[in-house]
């Protein structure tokens, strides 16, 4: 047997893919926050890529050039939010099992862009999910073609150059939502047993403990994006970005162009990731929030197993910027600091040991 002291993470419980889900989810559907300015939260969103769909007195609704009508709601309210997030599901017998999980909502048409049905969860950290199915598919718009590169291997580009246009890259579809949250277990272990989702990788501490779990869609032999949903450890329930696929390269490279000439804040990149791969490009909206732009991400079928390895700043990127302190520190505000008092009391999973190893690790 190997010595649980050279690879600790042996005997500590991981986030694992329960073996019968509820269901199994089939996509990442839509965002949902609230912003105490619309106008200003689409200036953003649009320079960053996004296009206005919908926009009524109180809510807007963004799109991708996907076949979807939405994929970011915001909502008018005084205090800037995140909310949650919306999950394809195959059918309204789904909904019907989803409906029995304590406290959701029961099976609900739909009166949003794209119509359907849905139920309306929260997950044990207070993250809504409304999964939804039977949605009308959006009319998918024109991008740009990916720029044809010469190599030197081959050479496809002959007297013609590379000038892709200078404007806020198209978002082609809504990536991936990665939330921080007190209660780990707790909050991994219900999307993996309600939605199927199968973790890709798990970022352990030296003792075995798990810190972030990038989660991907059970799509059997369809490969899916190795991950759609990611959850950190943190002290408190918060979002901590989005991610949101560009047509190449050159479209993060030109986003950063855009938004930097337009006067918004980055946070990190252009870098690669490690664990998914991608070359990606972090953007703060004007409440601090951050969304990433990317491309050339890696997909995996249901075959593949789940990877344990240690969490470090080092293991974020394998080239690019090192990723900013400021990147996770938190924002502190006296609710904040109640928060974290309350959860550490609270949660199982929090401890003041776990958070001096995490500050002196990204701090
Ligand atoms: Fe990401």
């Known amino acids: 047997?190997?010595?649980?002291?050279?690879?600790?993470?042996?005997?500590?419980?991981?986030?694992?893919?329960?073996?019968?889900?509820?269901?199994?989810?089939?996509?990442?559907?839509?965002?949902?926050?609230?912003?105490?300015?619309?106008?200003?939260?689409?200036?953003?969103?649009?320079?960053?890529?996004?296009?206005?769909?919908?926009?009524?007195?109180?809510?807007?609704?963004?799109?991708?050039?996907?076949?979807?009508?939405?994929?970011?709601?915001?909502?008018l309210a005084e205090q800037a939010r995140f909310i949650g997030f919306g999950l394809a599901v195959h059918s309204l017998r789904e909904l019907e099992k989803l409906a029995r999980i304590p406290g959701a909502s029961p099976v609900e048409k739909s009166e949003r862009p794209g119509g359907g049905y849905c139920v309306r969860l929260t997950d044990p950290s207070g993250f809504i999910v409304e999964?939804?199915?039977?949605?009308?598919?959006?009319?998918?718009?024109?991008?740009?073609?990916?720029?044809?590169?010469?190599?030197?291997?081959?050479?496809?580009?002959?007297?013609?150059?590379?000038?892709?246009?200078?404007?806020?890259?198209?978002?082609?579809?809504?990536g991936h939502i990665v939330i921080e949250?007190?209660?780990?277990?707790?909050?991994?272990?219900?999307?993996?047993?309600?939605?199927?989702?199968?973790?890709?990788?798990?970022?352990?501490?030296?003792?075995?403990t798990p810190i972030v779990t990038f989660m991907r869609l059970d799509l059997g032999d369809v490969p899916a994006a190795?991950?759609?949903?990611?959850?950190?450890?943190?002290?408190?329930?918060?979002?901590?970005?989005?991610?949101?696929?560009?047509?190449?390269?050159?479209?993060?490279?030109?986003?950063?162009?855009?938004?930097?000439?337009?006067?918004?804040?980055?946070?990190?990149?252009?870098?690669?990731?490690?664990?998914?791969?991608?070359?990606?490009?972090y953007w703060q909206d004007p409440w601090g929030d951050k969304h990433e732009h990317y491309c050339d991400g890696d997909i995996f079928t249901a075959a593949q197993p789940t990877g344990i390895h240690l969490v470090s700043p080092e293991a974020m990127a394998q080239w690019g910027q090192r990723m900013p302190k400021r990147f996770t520190k938190p924002k502190m505000s006296l609710a904040n600091l109640y928060a974290l008092l309350l959860n550490l009391r609270r949660s199982p999973d929090l401890s003041i040991r776990k958070l001096v190893t995490l500050m002196r690790l990204f701090g």
């Open 226 to 281: 190795h991950h759609t949903l990611a959850i950190a450890q943190g002290f408190m329930a918060t979002y901590s970005h989005s991610a949101y696929e560009v047509v190449d390269a050159d479209a993060v490279g030109m986003g950063q162009r855009v938004l930097r000439e337009r006067g918004w804040k980055h946070s990190w990149g252009i870098g690669r990731h490690i664990l998914g791969s991608q070359i990606f490009d």
């Open 181 to 208: 949250v007190a209660d780990y277990q707790a909050t991994c272990a219900w999307y993996t047993k309600h939605f199927g989702f199968i973790p890709s990788d798990v970022q352990v501490l030296p003792d075995g």
């Open 131 to 174: 999964a939804v199915c039977e949605q009308a598919p959006g009319k998918r718009r024109e991008h740009r073609a990916p720029l044809s590169w010469n190599l030197a291997q081959e050479q496809p580009r002959i007297n013609a150059t590379q000038r892709p246009p200078i404007a806020p890259p198209e978002v082609l579809k809504l």
């Open 1 to 75: 047997m190997t010595d649980p002291n050279v690879l600790p993470w042996l005997a500590t419980p991981q986030p694992a893919r329960h073996p019968q889900p509820t269901v199994k989810a089939l996509d990442l559907t839509h965002l949902i926050f609230q912003r105490p300015d619309l106008n200003e939260a689409a200036r953003f969103l649009t320079d960053f890529g996004l296009t206005v769909a919908r926009q009524e007195a109180d809510t807007l609704y963004l799109r991708a050039t996907d076949a979807t009508s939405y994929c970011y709601r915001v909502h």
